[in-house]
């Protein structure tokens, strides 16, 4: 099965992909790798889903938002390969940060959030390494960023 095909079985809908608004892009290829810069959590509605995981949301909802920064990782990497995901071979890495109380220590928990949504969708070319990491603060207040690096057929 395609990859887009999974998409719409699994009847995902993929924000679109936002340009950086930094001085930086968005994705870059080098070789046969595809670099994913790291995406914030941003809801259905487009708005930020802000605070601390730990304090101002449990585990559950920093899934849910590590779960949208996945769907925003798939359609940059959609883009990136002119809308036609079968250029891509598999996921190898995702980083997810965790804006995360001190003493909250489930960031592996949240980041399985990103973590199952490429799996769902790209099956075992998204079996990937990993790394989830606390942090004191993200971008704009956000509670989840990930990155990804991803290998093209």
């Known amino acids: 099965m395609s990859f887009q095909k999974k998409i719409d079985e699994l009847k995902l809908v993929l924000p679109e992909a936002k340009a950086p608004v930094g001085n930086y892009v968005a994705?870059?290829?080098?070789?046969?790798?595809?670099?994913?810069?790291?995406?914030?959590?941003?809801?259905?509605?487009?708005?930020?889903?802000?605070?601390?995981?730990?304090?101002?949301?449990?585990?559950q909802s920093g899934y849910n938002a590590a779960k949208r920064c996945a769907l925003s990782i798939i359609?940059?990497?959609?883009?990136?390969?002119?809308n036609d995901l079968s250029k891509i071979k598999s996921c190898i890495k995702l980083t997810g940060f965790v804006n995360s109380s001190d003493n909250f220590t489930e960031q592996p928990k949240v980041i399985n959030g990103a973590s199952d949504i490429i799996a769902s969708v790209f099956g075992d070319a998204g079996m990937h390494t990993r790394a989830a990491v606390s942090t004191n603060s993200l971008p704009l207040g956000v509670s989840?960023?990930?990155?990804?690096?991803f290998e093209l057929n």
Do not use: R
């Open 75 to 82: 359609s940059q990497v959609k883009k990136a390969c002119d």
């Open 27 to 59: 994705t870059k290829i080098s070789g046969k790798m595809l670099f994913v810069s790291g995406q914030i959590s941003i809801d259905e509605n487009g708005e930020l889903i802000k605070g601390k995981v730990g304090k101002d949301l449990d585990t």
């Open 144 to 149: 989840v960023e990930v990155d990804a690096i």
